[in-house]
């Protein structure tokens, strides 16, 4: 599993990883099954040109990296199929203040990127298809839902259920993508981890 940084990881720690394995992806849990994507970085995924661009426009720590975002807005139109950012587009809805949520700087990447697909998350909710001329895009539910938040009074999630909307399939041959919303996604719960076990028990 690849994954971009959010906007609430260690973000020096994964950048110390990369700098050691001197890598653009690397394994962050022993038995190597979930790998980071370094910020600009363009992977081959199932023979799909993958860009990958983690955090979020704000200022401060969480802000994109100005210099993959430089590096991602010097392709050539069409040079990606897929791009996988963790923002996601300006526009695409509001927060509970009304205020406009996504980000203007992706928009311009995804309009100079011209990828197929974009997918996107953040915004803790399904969230598309939208156009951006030839790209349509996607924003997916937060995978997990917390157990409580500081919002709501009752607990929104106290199974840790998979949120439907969370999970997207795409079929590299015909472009089609579709959203999760199974019911046996709410099947897939729990929140005990044993991974002395896990890697007892894994050859
Ligand atoms: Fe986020």
Known sequence: MLFVSGNHEDHEWLSSLHQEAATEVVPVDPL?????????????????????????????????????????????PGAVDILVTHDGPYGMSRDRHGNTQGSRKLTRLIESLQPRLHLSGHYHHPNGPRSHGPTTSYALAQLVQPKITRWDPDPINPAQQVAPGSIGLLDTETDDFEYIQDTWLADIKGDHLDLADLLSTTT
């Open 32 to 76: 190597g099954a979930y790998r980071h994507v370094a910020c600009g970085s363009v992977v081959e995924v199932a023979g799909q040109r993958v860009a990958f661009l983690g955090m979020i426009e704000a200022p401060g720590k969480m802000d994109l990296d100005e210099n993959a975002y430089s590096r991602l807005m010097a392709m050539e």
